[in-house]
């Protein structure tokens, strides 16, 4: 894996929202192993992931972890964006967790992108051919919910001032993007039984 762009060590004390593409299986491993050597921040992120990886090697883990598994589709999302608040609320500070991971595309790319495209068309946006336009639901329960309150660039009313003194919320924002030689992403089958040639995964952060 090659790693480019800002440095996120340097931030790795601050709360942070980690938005990251998706493209396979194995992107979730590949971030993983990315930030191994970033500080503390592995031992103090929360992952919001596809409920599928509930019954994925490392299912069991994220459980007792506290991490979030997200149910697709218009029909569960109003409720899952009310589970998520409810979850940030219970755990987040609680486990003193500090970046918070999420994939905004809702999907993987070759899933997503044909419908992304319908839809930029639409509505007169970008056209993107490696990434989808993110669904933006989760990334503003998250914003909500984890940003400090402010009033004048200063935090508003003395319950604020006091939770301040714990926490100053959410400081950056991370844009990861995973990218893979020829657009061939790794699913988690090739990181278990290792049938693909090597190759370098490239990983940009600004």
């Not at 396979?24 to 919001?48: N, P, S, Y």
């Not at 609680?94 to 930029?120: D, H, M």
């Amino acid at each position: 894996v090659v790693e480019w762009g800002d440095d996120v060590k340097a931030v790795s004390e601050d709360e942070a929202m980690v938005l990251v593409n998706h493209q396979a299986t194995g992107d979730v491993c590949t971030l993983m192993m990315c930030l191994q050597d970033k500080g503390t921040v592995v031992r103090q992120m929360m992952w919001l992931m596809d409920h599928i990886f509930k019954y994925t090697n490392f299912g069991i883990v994220s459980l007792i972890h506290g991490d979030f598994f997200i149910r697709q589709g218009r029909a569960h999302r109003d409720q899952q964006l009310v589970l998520l608040k409810e979850h940030l609320e219970k755990y987040y500070r609680s486990r003193n967790r500090k970046w918070i991971v999420l994939f905004p595309e809702g999907g993987f790319l070759r899933k997503r992108r044909e419908t992304s495209q319908a839809f930029a068309k639409k509505n007169n946006l970008p056209f993107l051919k490696h990434v989808t336009l993110p669904r933006i639901g989760a990334t503003q329960v998250i914003l909500k919910t984890l940003v400090a309150p402010q009033e004048n660039g200063t935090p508003a009313g003395r319950d604020a001032v006091i939770k301040e003194s714990k926490s100053k919320g959410l400081q950056w924002v991370i844009d990861t993007t995973i990218a893979y030689p020829k657009g061939e992403p790794i699913d988690i089958q090739t990181w278990i039984l290792g049938y693909r040639q090597p190759t370098v995964t490239h990983v940009h952060y600004r």
